[in-house]
Structures are given as structure tokens and as C-alpha cells.
């Protein structure tokens, strides 16, 4: 590895600050906290493996990087499985080793229950971008860059994502299929 690595950058910062973007991608398509947090762990087994590599990028472009693994790793994980139903496990992650998650401030596992139950209802590229800003923090502009769009496009994605979860808990909890809400 040598000195080609950044100072600073090592496994541990990487994960400290990437670690909630990593889960939540994941989580985001696998839908399974279990699958979620083996992604997550196969990734960062893959950065290992990539470190010389990975000291070279700046932080969008190591983002970007560990994003695409995440879903290029969900994918073949799915592919693998056979279809399943699928169970219903918490939202929030019982991982020690992801940090200060925004969700641990909702009052009750009731409540936890309706968002992920309306989140698991929207369609795969509005979750994305759901999960990737208030659960990953990650803002519009890195959004966009992790997901090969414009800014724009997110901020419309972000709007109608809101209007369909609006109009879930509006309805009870159901959604009506619409592509809009």
C-alpha cells in the first residue's frame, strides 16, 4: 500500500464516514435488516481489499465507489436468494458499530413500524433517495452524484416520494400504487 494512501485515510475513517450511506443503500434494497448489515460488511471487506486504490479518490468519488459496490453486492444477493417473504424486522439497525442514527429519535416502535411499513412502499428510486438523505444524511448534491442523476432530478424525486408518503399515511398506511401517490 505505501504511500499512495492520503494521511488520514485508513479503513476505520472510511467506515466512521460512510458506514450509515453503505447500510442504508443497502437496506434500501435488500429491505432486510440481516441482508443489509452482511452488505455492509462484504463492502468494507472489499475496500480492504482496495485500499491502495481507494486512497487515491477524493470523498465523492470514494462514495461513489463504496455505493455502487453496496448495490452491485444487493443485487447479486438477491439473485442468489430465491424469493421469500419478507419478515418484518425493525428499522433501525441493533449494530454497535453504526453510528448515531436519526431514526433511534422516533418516539415508539409503533411509529417505527408505519414508516418503514410506508417507506417499503415506495417505489425502488423514491425509497432510494428517501433512505439515502434522512437516513444516510447525505444531501441532494451527493445524492445525485451517488446515483448517476442531476440535483434536480433528486429534488423531484424527494418531493414526489413526500407526496406518496403523505398520501400512506393519509390513507391509513396503504398505498394506492399510483406512480405519483
Known sequence: MGGMR????????????????????AYGITRRESDAMDAMQNTFLRAIAHMEQLARMNDAQLRGWLYRVTVNLCKDSLRKQSRETLTEEPLEPKGENVYDLPEAALVSSEEKA???????????????????????GCDYKQIAQLTGTTEGNVKSRMSRAKRQLYGIFKKGGENDGGPNG
Open 6 to 25: 492520503m494521511p488520514g485515510r485508513d479503513i476505520e475513517s472510511i467506515y466512521k464516514d460512510c458506514s450509515r450511506m453503505v447500510y442504508w443503500a
Open 114 to 136: 408505519l414508516v418503514r411499513h410506508a417507506i417499503d412502499q415506495l417505489p425502488d428510486i423514491y425509497r432510494e433517495t428517501v433512505l439515502l438523505h434522512y437516513f444516510s
